[in-house]
């Protein structure tokens, strides 16, 4: 059996077994999901976050006029200015609990993947431990590949680049820039994740995991490649999953809304809307769990297999037989 077809199937029987792993990947996914499918995601699609920047800096929040309307609509109604700002302060401080949760999360994946392959105990309270142990290693690796993806897809930005010439040479350059700066950016996650595992695993501090990273990765480049277009294909493959599972669960029961609001009954309207809501959630949970915790452990098998035995890639096993 070939090493990946072992470390995928360790990393589905370890989500499926280990119950509390499913916790760990909801949050993980939100400010720790590296891959490969989410940076090609948000190098395509990322425009429409800038296009929300630009518009946030258009409405005028980082101007002195702001500010100076907004104390003298404090001075006319000191209450509902009050509870704006508590609301406000609410929504920062559960942003930053979140993101919080989310590192500690991928923490714990990966500390509680690597104990049970490596036989050693493993649970929910280990897991938070060892997140919360190595919260800043761990966000700032995650902050790192986030910096770069972000000033990618803003290099990458049509408006930027091309602004309104286009022709052949100025398309050639952005398609080359574009491959330069997607294989830079799928080389650096691979470097983090392993980095992160060696914090986790190995106990090693954030330079020297980072250089042994790099290290481990230029050793086993094209194993760890064929390792992420593995995971790459079944993160599409999830993704149909999820479109197909959206549309036979939800929309029958928007079809019934419809056919009910038209016959005059809100009632039952409302239960099939609220139905739709919490089955949409639900599936959507379920699978970012999935993909987030069965990843984030395949790569951590990855990284054992490579320390502990060595590896050789599928394509190199092809070439040898021949």
């Known amino acids: 059996m070939s090493i990946h077809r072992t470390i995928l199937k360790q990393s589905w029987k370890n989500f499926w077994q ?6 760990f990947g909801i949050f993980a996914s939100f400010f720790c999901g590296i891959s490969s499918f989410e940076i090609s995601y948000n190098l395509f699609f990322g425009q429409n976050e800038l296009q929300q920047i630009k518009s946030l800096f258009n409405t005028g929040i980082f101007t002195l006029n702001f500010y100076i309307n907004f104390f003298k609509l404090f001075i006319e109604k000191p209450l509902q200015v009050i509870l704006v700002l508590f609301i406000v302060f609410f929504a920062i401080a559960l942003f930053f609990f979140i993101i919080w949760l989310s590192v500690i999360s991928k923490g714990a994946i990966i500390k509680n993947t690597a104990s049970v392959k490596l036989e050693e105990q493993n649970n929910f309270k280990i897991g938070i431990e060892t997140g919360i142990r190595n919260f800043w290693p761990i966000f700032s690796f995650s902050l790192i590949i986030k910096i770069f993806t972000f000033v ?4 990458l930005s049509w408006d930027l680049i091309l602004n309104e010439g286009r022709n052949i040479l100025t398309n050639l350059l952005y398609s080359v ?3 330069f700066i997607t294989s830079f950016l799928i080389i650096l996650s691979f470097v983090v994740e392993y980095s992160m595992n060696y914090v986790i695993i190995k106990k090693y501090n954030f330079i020297n995991s980072l250089t042994n990273a ?3 990765f230029k050793k086993n480049w094209l194993i760890t490649l064929e390792m992420g277009f593995l995971l790459y294909f079944i993160n599409i493959f999830v993704a149909l999953v999820y479109i197909l599972t959206i549309t036979i669960a939800i929309v029958p029961l928007l079809l019934s809304a419809f056919i009910l609001i038209k016959a005059g009954s809100m009632i039952l309207f409302s239960i099939m809307i609220t139905l739709a809501i919490l089955l949409f959630f639900l599936i959507s949970i379920v699978l970012i769990s999935f993909i987030t915790s069965f990843q984030t452990g395949a790569n951590s098998i990855l990284f054992i297999e490579l320390l502990t035995k060595g590896g050789t890639s599928k394509i190199m096993r092809i070439f040898n037989k021949n």
């Open 177 to 179: 820039i574009f491959v």
């Open 152 to 155: 990618s897809f803003i290099l």
């Open 18 to 23: 280990k119950k509390y792993l499913w916790f």
């Open 214 to 216: 790099f290290s481990l």
